[in-house]
């Protein structure tokens, strides 16, 4: 009677942990993007963040598209080693991914900037576009510096 006991109690607490995982847990964002929102009269804004090939092959990322603004360009910051001036420079589509490469967007390094605003939207939204067809909408959040 006791082993019956044990073994049923020990079924119910495998399925609290096993509920606990599945419901509580939190999948962490393939793609997590954020700004710090620009001035209104400002026309271009920087976005910073993480982006992780989401599939299980390489790709490319072929272009990123907005609502808000007219053109996503993929840029990067490098100090010059003699003068330490800091220099930005766009690089080109497409953008590799290899199989599970994170791309860290970060201030000083690679970023996306945005230019030519349309509009301003609540919600900034960016459209990522993969070589295999596929599309992602990421809503960029808003941090404050």
Not at 18 to 35: D, G
Not at 72 to 90: G, L, N, P, Y
Not at 94 to 112: E, F, N
Request: glycine fraction near 2%.
């Amino acid at each position: 009677m006791l082993r019956k006991i044990n073994i049923t109690n020990a079924g119910i607490l495998f399925l609290i942990q096993v509920n606990l995982l599945v419901f509580c847990h939190k999948q962490s964002e393939v793609i997590q993007l954020w700004m710090t929102p620009p001035p209104e009269v400002a026309k271009s804004a920087a976005v910073y963040g993480e982006i992780r090939n989401p599939f299980t092959s390489f790709v490319e990322i072929q272009k990123i598209e907005s609502q808000d603004y007219k053109l996503v360009e993929f840029h990067e910051t490098s100090i010059d080693e003699t003068t330490q001036i800091a220099r930005m420079r766009k690089v080109e589509y497409p953008i590799p991914l290899q199989t599970s490469q994170t791309i860290l967007l970060k201030r000083s390094g690679k970023h996306l900037m945005l230019y030519d605003k349309l509009k301003q939207s609540e919600n900034l939204k960016l459209e990522i576009h993969f070589s295999n067809g596929e599309k992602r909408t990421v809503v960029v959040e808003k941090r404050s510096l």
